[in-house]
């Protein structure tokens, strides 16, 4: 007597939200029985089966890339159960890109640096005998 296996139910992730490639935990019921049984993942319509990592048939590892939508369901579909449904979804973050006029987070440390072209190490001034205003900007 052979008994039919139920479909895959997806009950939680983690993160619940990230930007293209964020590597995702899914947590659920019946998600196969091996990694071979494992035949479709989708995340926010995005097909994610090529990243994807099978734990157990509780747990799957894999990364959320470029979607089409920017909040959607998780689907898994395995050989044994079918096409599943999911109870949570995954909200897709836009990146932020930064332009040539926009700010950005990044500290140069002027202190010491490498000369190549002469092999040397090159040494800036303390601040007390550099100029108080090197832009030469007056605050009125």
């Given at each position: 007597m052979s008994r039919s296996r139920q479909p895959p139910l997806v009950t939680g992730i983690?993160?619940?939200?990230?930007?293209?490639?964020t590597k995702v935990t899914i947590r659920g019921e019946n998600l196969g029985t091996g990694p071979t049984d494992l035949i479709g993942l989708t995340i926010c319509g995005h097909n994610c089966l090529l990243t994807a990592e099978w734990m157990s048939a509780s747990k799957?590892?894999?990364?959320v890339g470029q979607a089409k939508n920017d909040k959607g369901d998780i689907i898994v579909t395995t050989k044994s159960g079918g096409r599943g449904t999911s109870t949570v979804s995954f909200k897709l973050l836009k990146p932020e890109k930064i332009g040539i006029l926009d700010q950005s987070a990044v500290w140069v440390d002027e202190m010491?640096?490498?000369d190549m072209r002469t092999d040397r190490n090159k040494g800036i001034p303390p601040l007390s005998l550099r100029p108080a205003?090197?832009?030469?900007?007056e605050i009125e």
């Open positions: 983690s993160p619940n939200e990230g930007i293209p490639w799957i590892v894999c990364r010491n640096y490498y205003n090197p832009l030469g900007i």
